[in-house]
């Protein structure tokens, strides 16, 4: 299929010249406003300055000329991106009089992508990338191998410092761009591998037969990976599950294309209770969904009511909601078009309603052929489906009898819950506590104006292995739920929220962890929007006390305490400082556990962030799923990057 969709794509023209350009504005705010083109100039904005340069060999692609794409990580954090595509032209550009390397280079909204007939379909930032990583690096080399010849031009901070040269001769054709970030526009400029391999291997998934190699060259940080899945997104789905047990062997494959739109999807369930959709348009990740995914949703929900009557598994008046269809589904989902509407500057969302028409109908009517002919599938995935809706009635069930015992949906909050003065939700916080006792202490030692404190006591329920319903039942859970007011699961609403900042605060060691990574796993499957809106943090305690005389003193890593030790000494180094380790947060009396955790002025808090849901994911199905092997060897690989631990 990935060689069909290539081939879809040439309907181009295949002489890729300087006409093909097109100028619609200049360069000058780049540098003065680099947030506006490229999101931020923290390390999302630096990794994004690759993203912009892949894109273009991506692009091409697409067109169908190109196999190849290497991405360096050189000593100084110098990238340097390689493929072996037609090659930008060299040739002069009509509207400037200019090279048209040089135009692709120093002038923004010049490409091939906004008309004429470079590219059928691309990505990229509208085909701004060149120009603006050009514009924020200190330096930039670009190299075009074509018609036998070696062609070079150098800039520095986006002026040109040498003109087109040509510097050798060439068998092949193919364009590389080497470029030094600018530390003047960014916070830091060192690049993580992982972060570039994960963005490089969901390319190297969506683009079938495309071969991405990233390489990291810097000392003491060599690695590199080849990427090549001829399966494309079916390989992408079989990533995604491979710590989770499929109920049906083989990826759910449908395509189509309508007009200049293709669409494509893999999907297959797991007996996992979670659902995980990924979406893509021209390559682009869609966090937030669009026509895309609401086609495939719609389509998905009818085929298999409509398959479950026909098949007699489902009644007449029997039908299974679009959320019980989806219960344990992996799915990609990959739409290519023209001219894709992408809503917010950050392209989350996919606005094409032609596209949500043709997802629909391919689904619509691949995927009921699929289940007529592989009829234990059909049966597997309904069964799936009804025992996922008895499930969801029991959960509404128990959600009624909770409003029924709160005086019919009134206030009644938790036993323990120490609740604040405050009603405005984006003035208060709620801290979640580990134990009873740390319990007191933060009750005693907190600001009651706008700090609410819940303890929770014991192991509280992994979610990753039970349902909405369980869930409803269980007593460690269900004081959080009610203390926060903004429900679970598809009705959890972050507008009823009653505190925007819900901070986890447990002992900094193995069981504090446990407790961390089970709340962590609730959030995330029950309540995703609380993490994906920044609302979820991790408190920060102390894990040393040191005391001179009257001068006491805390620290939170072993560096520090070193630190504040030899302080502490001053000029009389024999000085004894006595060193003790907090065993917990309930050791802390009041006072220690303001000034150290709660004191808005002097507390550090960690924000948890989703950056990629795939992967995270993939994190907790391995530390909180049914299977032990994937969990030791997760174990066994990051063990040594474990610190601080207690036996």
Same mark, same amino acid.
């Given at each position: ?9 040439t ?15 200049g360069?000058?705010?780049?540098r ?55 090659g ?61 010849k ?39 400029t060192?690049?993580?591998?992982e ?10 998934f969506?683009?079938?037969?495309l071969n ?19 399966g ?8 995604i599950?491979e ?13 189509g ?16 209770y ?17 026509m895309?995914e ?38 990609v989902i ?21 596209i ?23 049966r ?30 009134g ?50 329920l992994?979610v990753?292995?039970?349902?909405a319903d369980? $869930?409803?039942?269980?007593? @460690? !859970?269900l004081?959080?739920? %009610? ?7 598809? +009705?959890? *609403? ?5 505190y ?9 060691d ?8 089970l ?6 499957r029950?309540m995703?929007?609380?993490i994906e ?6 408190? $920060?305690?102390?894990?040393? @006390? !040191?005391?001179?005389?009257? %001068?006491?003193?805390?620290a939170?890593?072993?560096? +520090?305490? *070193?630190r504040?030790?030899?302080e502490?000494?001053?000029d009389?180094p ?16 009041p ?31 391995v ?5 032990? +092997?994937?969990r ?11 610190v601080?631990?207690?036996?």
């Amino acid at each position: 299929m990935a060689e069909e969709l290539l081939e879809k794509g040439t309907a181009v023209s295949g002489d890729y010249g300087a006409s093909e350009i097109q100028v619609l504005e200049g360069l000058e705010a780049v540098r003065k406003r680099p947030g506006m083109y490229i999101g931020s100039t923290s390390t999302s904005g630096l990794h994004h300055l690759v993203y912009e340069i892949v894109d273009n060999s991506i692009d091409e692609a697409l067109a169908g000329y190109c196999s190849r794409i290497t991405v360096t990580i050189g000593e100084g954090d110098i990238i340097t991106v390689t493929d072996n595509g037609r090659g930008i032209p060299v040739d002069i550009q009509a509207q400037t009089g200019k090279p048209a390397l040089e135009v692709v280079f120093t002038i923004l909204h010049a490409g091939g992508k906004f008309g004429g007939g470079g590219y059928k379909v691309s990505g990229g930032l509208h085909g701004v990338g060149a120009s603006v990583v050009n514009a924020l690096s200190e330096w930039l080399t670009v190299q075009v191998h074509k018609d036998g010849k070696i062609h070079e031009m150098k800039f520095e901070r986006g002026h040109v410092t040498q003109p087109i040269t040509v510097v050798g001769q060439t068998d092949r054709t193919g364009t590389s761009v080497t470029f030094k970030p600018d530390p003047l526009m960014f916070d830091d400029t060192v690049y993580d591998y992982e972060t570039l391999h994960t963005r490089l291997q969901e390319q190297a998934f969506l683009n079938g037969g495309l071969n991405i190699t990233i390489e990291d060259r810097r000392s003491g940080k060599e690695q590199r990976e080849e990427m090549c899945y001829e399966g494309g997104i079916r390989s992408f789905v079989e990533y995604i599950n491979e710590n989770k047990t499929p109920i049906h062997n083989h990826v759910i494959y449908m395509a189509g294309e309508q007009d200049s739109s293709m669409a494509e999807i893999a999907m297959q369930y797991t007996d996992s209770y979670s659902e995980v959709i990924v979406s893509f348009a021209n390559n682009i990740h869609t966090p937030e969904g669009g026509m895309h995914e609401t086609g495939f949703k719609t389509a998905l929900t009818t085929v298999l009511n409509n398959y479950g009557r026909q098949k007699k598994i489902l009644k007449e008046d029997e039908k299974v909601s679009g959320d019980d269809c989806r219960e344990g589904l992996t799915c990609v989902i990959s739409v290519k078009l023209t001219e894709a509407q992408f809503e917010g500057q950050t392209k989350a969302k996919l606005g094409n309603s032609e596209i949500r028409t043709l997802v629909n109908n391919v689904v619509a009517e691949k995927l009921a052929i699929f289940l007529e002919e592989n009829p234990g599938v059909g049966r597997a995935i309904l069964d799936k489906a009804m025992t996922a809706a008895r499930a969801r009635e029991a959960a509404r069930k128990a959600r009624e009898s909770i409003r029924r015992k709160t005086a019919l949906g009134g206030a009644a909050m938790p036993d323990k819950l120490r609740d604040c003065n405050e009603n405005n939700p984006e003035l208060t916080e709620l801290y979640i506590v580990e134990g009873d006792s740390a319990g007191g202490s933060a009750t005693q030692g907190r600001d009651s104006r706008f700090q609410a404190i819940l303890p929770l006591w014991g192991k509280m329920l992994n979610v990753e292995k039970a349902r909405a319903d369980k $869930v409803y039942g269980n007593d @460690k !859970l269900l004081p959080v739920i %009610t203390a926060l007011g903004a429900g679970i699961g598809d +009705e959890f *609403d972050p507008t009823k929220l009653r505190y925007h900042k819900v901070i986890i605060m447990a002992d900094a060691d193995v069981d504090g962890a446990h407790i961390r990574t089970l709340l962590l796993t609730f959030f995330f499957r029950f309540m995703r929007p609380l993490i994906e809106q920044g609302y979820v943090y991790a408190a $920060v305690p102390p894990l040393y @006390k !040191l005391t001179r005389g009257k %001068t006491t003193r805390v620290a939170f890593s072993d560096e +520090e305490r *070193d630190r504040v030790s030899a302080e502490m000494r001053g000029d009389n180094p024999n000085a004894k400082v006595d060193i003790s380790r907090f065993k917990g947060l309930g050791e802390m009396n009041p006072e220690e556990l303001w000034e150290t955790t709660m004191d808005p002025a002097r507390r550090t808090l960690k924000r948890i962030e989703l950056d990629d849901a795939v992967k995270a994911d993939a994190v907790f199905t391995v530390l909180m799923g049914e299977k032990v +092997e994937p969990r030791k060897e997760f174990i066994e690989r990051n063990a040594k990057y474990a610190v601080n631990l207690d036996y």
